[in-house]
């Protein structure tokens, strides 16, 4: 998942304005199925979809980080951020306009971004061996927010997709632990039904706040939620 560019400061979040849109209706294409019928009129009749393209973001996940930024405030200037899973690269733009020229953006993903100007973009898995020195050396220091708004290919089994998405928030977490500075910030994409309990207690042991949370962007008939753990004890990795 990627984010926009730096620029176009702060959107309204709900896209939509206060007139009524006209539904546009897809007709179904030959050789089209009808899963990607119903994706695209979803698309071209999604409020967050056209405010993104209005103002520059790369997808409408944009405006997830920014509501879930303006409801916990940790997005600062001059702070280092991590972004897992970047492309398209919305949430790298959103997180780039917040720390300003102080600060920087090292933004992860396995496949190709287009450059966002002002990160830095790293190809690669979050499961390599030499990722985390490759961070450290981008970011230049330890990172104050690792973010993942990383997700597994759907395989319409909730149980199934359940574990996918946990198996890559540990992940995640495992190169945050590595990372993040006293006080930093844990921000991640999980499912409803909420994060395991084993990794909770986990998070909550390492970490002074965490909270769940689902921004107006979600849509209404995706199970997905945040989590945002605050206030990273670091000592809790020394056995402290």
């Given at each position: ?29 030959r ?13 071209l ?69 287009e ?83 084993e990794?909770l ?23 997905e ?16």
């Amino acid at each position: 998942m990627s984010r926009a560019g730096g620029s176009g400061g702060r959107a309204s979040g709900r896209g939509g304005g206060g007139t009524r849109r006209k539904t546009v209706r897809v007709k179904t294409a030959r050789g089209r199925k009808p899963s990607s019928t119903r994706w695209l009129q979803r698309q071209l009749n999604d409020p967050f979809v056209e405010e993104a393209r209005k103002q520059g973001f790369r997808s409408r996940a944009a405006f997830k980080l920014q509501e879930l930024d303006e409801k916990y405030g940790f997005l600062k200037p001059g702070a280092r951020i991590l972004d897992l899973g970047a492309a398209p690269g919305g949430w790298t733009q959103i997180a780039l306009a917040a720390v300003g020229p102080q600060g920087r953006v090292a933004a992860l993903d396995v496949q190709e971004v287009e450059p966002v100007p002002g990160a830095v973009h790293l190809l690669g898995d979050i499961y390599d061996e030499d990722v985390i020195d490759r961070i450290r050396d981008a970011l230049g220091g330890p990172a104050d927010v690792v973010m993942s708004d990383m997700a597994a290919p759907s395989t319409g089994h909730a149980q199934t997709d359940h574990l996918r998405v946990m198996a890559l928030i540990e992940a995640a977490y495992d190169v945050a632990q590595s990372l993040l500075a006293p006080g930093g910030v844990f921000v991640a994409k999980v499912l409803q039904g909420g994060t395991e309990r084993e990794l909770l207690q986990i998070l909550k042991r390492d970490f002074v706040k965490v909270s769940h949370a689902k921004p107006a962007a979600s849509r209404a008939d995706s199970r997905e939620m945040y989590l945002v753990a605050q206030g990273f004890r670091r000592e809790a990795d020394d056995g402290g």
